[in-house]
C-alpha cells in the first residue's frame, strides 16, 4: 500500500468548482540543479490560482517539503501529497471524485504521470523538458509543451 501524505489542505467556501491542477514538483516547477523554480513558474502559477485548484504531488523527501514555503508557492497551492512511491493507486485516491471534477494532470515525467493520467481518463500535460524529455509516454498525452509558460496560453486563452 502506498503511503500518502497531505501535508496542506487549504479550506475553501462557497466557491464554484475548479478544475484542478494536479502538478508534479521536481522537475516540472522546481529545477533542482539551480536550486529554483524554473523560469517564470511562480508567475504562471500566481495566473492560474485564480482559475484553477492548484495540487502538487512529489516524493515524500524532507528536503523537499520547506521548499513550497521557501520558494514563495504555498500561497497558490490548494493541496499537496508527498509519497513514497507515485503509482495508480495514489493517483486514483486524488482523484476518486473525477465524475464531478475535473482534472488536469501536469509532469516531466511520462511513464509516472502522464502515463498515469492517461490510464485513469484524465487529462494530461507533459512537460517535456529536462533530464527526462526523451522519455516518451505510451498514449499520447493532451498536450505536450515544451515550457511552462505555454500553460498560460493553453489554459487561461480560453
Known amino acids: 500500500m502506498t503511503a500518502c501524505f497531505l501535508l496542506h489542505n487549504k479550506f475553501t467556501m462557497n466557491t464554484p468548482e475548479k478544475t484542478i491542477l494536479l502538478f508534479d514538483f521536481m522537475r516540472t516547477l522546481y529545477d533542482p540543479e539551480s536550486t529554483s523554480l524554473y523560469p517564470n513558474t511562480y508567475n504562471i502559477l500566481e495566473k492560474l490560482h485564480h482559475d484553477y485548484e492548484i495540487y502538487i504531488i512529489s516524493r515524500n523527501e524532507v528536503a523537499r517539503r520547506p521548499l513550497l514555503s521557501d520558494l514563495n508557492i504555498k500561497q497558490f497551492l490548494v493541496k499537496t501529497f508527498f509519497t513514497e512511491t507515485k503509482d495508480e493507486l495514489l493517483f486514483?485516491?486524488?482523484?476518486?471524485n473525477?465524475?464531478?471534477?475535473?482534472?488536469?494532470?501536469?509532469?516531466?515525467?511520462a511513464p509516472e504521470e502522464i502515463d498515469i493520467?492517461?490510464?485513469?481518463?484524465?487529462?494530461?500535460?507533459?512537460?517535456?523538458?529536462?533530464?527526462?524529455?526523451?522519455?516518451?509516454?505510451?498514449?499520447?498525452?493532451?498536450?505536450?509543451?515544451?515550457?511552462?509558460?505555454?500553460?498560460?496560453?493553453?489554459?487561461?486563452?480560453?
Not at 517535456?128 to 498536450?143: A, D, T, V
Open 117 to 158: 493520467g492517461n490510464q485513469l481518463h484524465i487529462k494530461t500535460i507533459w512537460l517535456r523538458q529536462g533530464k527526462f524529455k526523451n522519455l516518451y509516454p505510451k498514449q499520447k498525452p493532451w498536450h505536450t509543451i515544451q515550457n511552462i509558460t505555454e500553460l498560460e496560453q493553453l489554459l487561461l486563452a480560453q
Open 92 to 96: 486514483k485516491k486524488i482523484t476518486e
Open 98 to 109: 473525477k465524475s464531478t471534477r475535473e482534472y488536469i494532470i501536469i509532469g516531466d515525467y
